[in-house]
């Protein structure tokens, strides 16, 4: 189990990091593609489809900036792993996290 230190370095792992903003800029790419469909893990709504379009294609460039902000609550979703197991995770693993995170603060909040 991650303590709250060990998360904190996390979010300063420049491989972290970077898997953070490769999988915000596959989940921006997907959404901007029309790709954010039940089948890749979004729901079908198409009112929160638009939101989703409407948050990527305002957050494009921002990829970094974007990753940063839902790198914490996914660190903070995992304090349950080793840092080891954090640290070895797939950018995949990144996508589904910040996924969830997206479709509930577009849903919810809008763009």
Same mark, same amino acid.
């Given at each position: +189990?991650?303590?709250? *230190?060990?998360?904190?370095?996390?979010? !300063?792992? *420049?491989?972290? #990091?970077?898997?953070?903003?490769?999988? +915000?800029?596959?989940? +921006?790419?997907? %959404?901007?593609?029309? #790709?954010?469909?039940?089948?890749?893990?979004?729901?079908? @709504?198409?009112?929160?489809?638009?939101?989703? %379009?409407?948050?990527?294609?305002?957050?494009?460039?921002? @990829?970094?900036?974007? /990753?940063?902000?839902?790198?914490?609550? %996914?660190?903070?979703?995992?304090?349950?792993?080793?840092?080891? *197991?954090?640290?070895?995770?797939? @950018? /995949?693993?990144?996508?589904?996290? +910040? !996924?969830?995170?997206?479709?509930?603060? *577009?849903?919810?909040?809008?763009?």
């Amino acid at each position: +189990m991650a303590t709250y *230190t060990e998360l904190f370095n996390l979010n !300063k792992d *420049t491989d972290i #990091q970077n898997k953070a903003e490769m999988a +915000m800029a596959s989940i +921006m790419t997907e %959404v901007l593609n029309n #790709q954010d469909t039940a089948a890749n893990g979004f729901d079908d @709504v198409a009112a929160n489809h638009d939101k989703r %379009v409407k948050w990527a294609s305002e957050s494009l460039s921002r @990829v970094r900036a974007e /990753s940063e902000k839902l790198l914490w609550p %996914v660190l903070v979703a995992n304090e349950g792993e080793s840092v080891a *197991t954090i640290k070895a995770a797939p @950018v /995949s693993a990144f996508i589904t996290n +910040m !996924k969830a995170l997206i479709i509930n603060y *577009t849903n919810t909040m809008g763009a």
